[in-house]
């Protein structure tokens, strides 16, 4: 069974992809655990990294430490939905 927070880390995901990235809803609402984000998403460059973890801490109530964020961390939709499941647990 997935936990209650799981389903709530992943739409706020979605919902922060659309608005700081500018992704299309209806694309957003497609991806998949293996859904690649930087350096497979164009929109998600080195300078948009901070603004979606700024954003994503905003909405969760959560701090993402400097030494947290790696290229694991967001190589998939997948890593940083499990990364942020852990931080609001």
Known sequence: MVPEYHETVE????????D???I???RAATFQAETGLFG????LDSMA?????TEIEDRLGIVIEDDE????MLS???ALVTYLDRKVQ
Do not use: Q
């Open 11 to 18: 739409r706020t995901v979605r919902a922060v992809l659309v």
């Open 20 to 22: 700081v990235l500018g």
């Open 24 to 26: 299309a809803p209806e």
């Open 40 to 43: 497979s998403l164009p929109e």
């Open 49 to 53: 990294v901070a603004g979606l973890l």
């Open 69 to 72: 964020v790696d290229g694991e």
């Open 76 to 78: 998939s939709f997948g």
